[in-house]
């Protein structure tokens, strides 16, 4: 299979891992920590009926909604996208 191209003003991310941090007490084993509202993304590609935030080759990273954050599995690839309008601001 070839490259994800995103399309219907999608932008194709890879969100930014934040560093685990240690916890100074036991949690149950089935403990999912809760998501914060906003992450940061880099974005990978766009739709082209996004308008253009990709800028020649510079990395650019956006502040998305977490929770529209779609995750896609297609065979053992991984793809995150999230809608245009999603995007919160852009990071300079």
Do not use: W
Request: aromatic share 6%; proline share 7%; with cysteine.
């Amino acid at each position: 299979m070839g490259d994800f191209l995103p399309r219907n003003r999608h932008l194709l991310i890879e969100p930014v891992a934040k560093e685990e941090e240690e916890k100074p007490f036991l949690l149950p084993e089935d403990y999912e920590a809760l998501l914060p509202r906003f992450t940061v993304a880099k974005l990978l590609r766009q739709s082209p009926d996004c308008t253009s935030i990709l800028n020649n080759d510079d990395d650019v990273y956006l502040v998305v909604n977490s929770t529209m954050i779609e995750e896609i599995v297609i065979g053992e690839s991984t793809h995150h996208v999230v809608l245009e309008n999603h995007v919160i601001g852009i990071l300079s």
